[in-house]
T-cell receptor, first 114, second 111 residues
Framework: AQSVTQPDIHITVSEGASLELRCNYSYGATPYLFWYVQSPGQGLQLLLKYFSGDTLVQGIKGFEAEFKRSQSSFNLRKPSVHWSDAAEYFCAVGYMEYGNKLVFGAGTILRVKS | NAGVTQTPKFRVLKTGQSMTLLCAQDMNHEYMYWYRQDPGMGLRLIHYSVGEGTTAKGEVPDGYNVSRLKKQNFLLGLESAAPSQTSVYFC??????????FGSGTRLTVV
């Protein structure tokens, strides 16, 4: 079955420190990969996506993610975290069999301490 | 350029009541989805549709029904609401899977 794993439920980083959020997926072929961010009480905002080509993708708000096929991973990174980055982050994988279904990880809550 | 519109935004139901959530998209997308979001569980797929007149079960379909009579609309129904259906519901649509548009969500409380 398709699955997406975000191993870290909560992460706390200091403002200005670097950030890496982990995401692993199960799939036989290369899926479409996404990272979304959700602030409390808000909807989902797309940070970045990967379909093919360069395995390092740039997104909004200074985020980037790297697709590693050998590790079935799509980790999200940011070199310097800002207090406004505190939110919940979801990794999602689009499975292109019947339905183009989007499967989400359970999310990682990011806390930023000053 | 409305994108995906969900109505209502908030609703409180009593156990056993029924209701319908409406999702409307104006992008001519073929695929539409209903998700529920619960703390610590991410978004889980309830039902989806690959085109007008089609529906299919997702990961957590029990207690819900859907219909896609028109391409632009995807309705989610709760025939007899239960407290376990208290959640935030998101609708999404896509043309081909490489870009999804989400609605702003419906917060449902069943008491």
């Amino acid at each position: 079955a398709q699955s997406v794993t975000q191993p870290d439920i909560h992460i706390t980083v200091s403002e200005g420190a670097s950030l890496e959020l982990r995401c692993n997926y199960s799939y036989g072929a290369t899926p479409y990969l996404f990272w979304y961010v959700q602030s409390p009480g808000q909807g989902l905002q797309l940070l970045l996506k990967y379909f093919s080509g360069d395995t390092l993708v740039q997104g909004i708000k200074g985020f980037e993610a790297e697709f590693k096929r050998s590790q079935s991973s799509f980790n999200l990174r940011k070199p310097s975290v800002h207090w406004s980055d505190a939110a919940e982050y979801f990794c999602a994988v689009g499975y292109m069999e019947y339905g183009n279904k989007l499967v989400f990880g359970a999310g990682t809550i990011l806390r930023v301490k000053s | 350029n409305a994108g995906v519109t969900q109505t209502p935004k908030f609703r409180v139901l009593k156990t056993g009541q029924s209701m319908t959530l409406l999702c409307a998209q104006d992008m001519n997308h073929e695929y539409m989805y209903w998700y529920r979001q619960d703390p610590g569980m991410g978004l889980r797929l309830i039902h989806y549709s690959v085109g007008e007149g089609t529906t299919a079960k997702g990961e957590v379909p029990d207690g819900y029904n859907v219909s896609r009579l028109k391409k632009q609309n995807f309705l989610l129904g709760l025939e007899s609401a239960a407290p376990s259906q208290t959640s935030v519901y998101f609708c999404a649509s896509t043309y081909g899977g490489n870009g999804y548009t989400f609605g702003s969500g419906t917060r449902l409380t069943v008491v």
